[in-house]
């Protein structure tokens, strides 16, 4: 019971975080502003398609190939580790595990 309780709240703060992140873009993007506090750039000018729907998709998917860089550029040295048992051309699927199975 405790775990589904931890795994409800941590969904429900991941998606609070998501959507916070996604709303600050919008608005900085936007309206110049973030929480209605201005930003202070000098000579920014606001693109106002960031505050309709459309700029909604694209910010979304602006952050998830951001999110898939992040992800794809950490994953990439853990790919290239070799263990002892295998062959030196192809890396170990359990390296990044914590060991070798062969």
Known sequence: MIRSVL???GTGLGYT???TLMGVVREALGSGTVFGLP???PG???VTLFLFAPGGLFTLGCLMAAARKVIKTGSKT????KC???PASEACPMSGKGGCER
């Not at 853990?78 to 580790?81: C, V």
């Open 7 to 9: 795994d409800g709240m």
């Open 17 to 19: 975080l998501a959507l």
């Open 39 to 41: 930003l202070g750039i």
């Open 44 to 46: 920014a000018i606001p």
């Open 78 to 81: 853990s790919n290239r580790r």
């Open 84 to 86: 002892a048992g295998c």
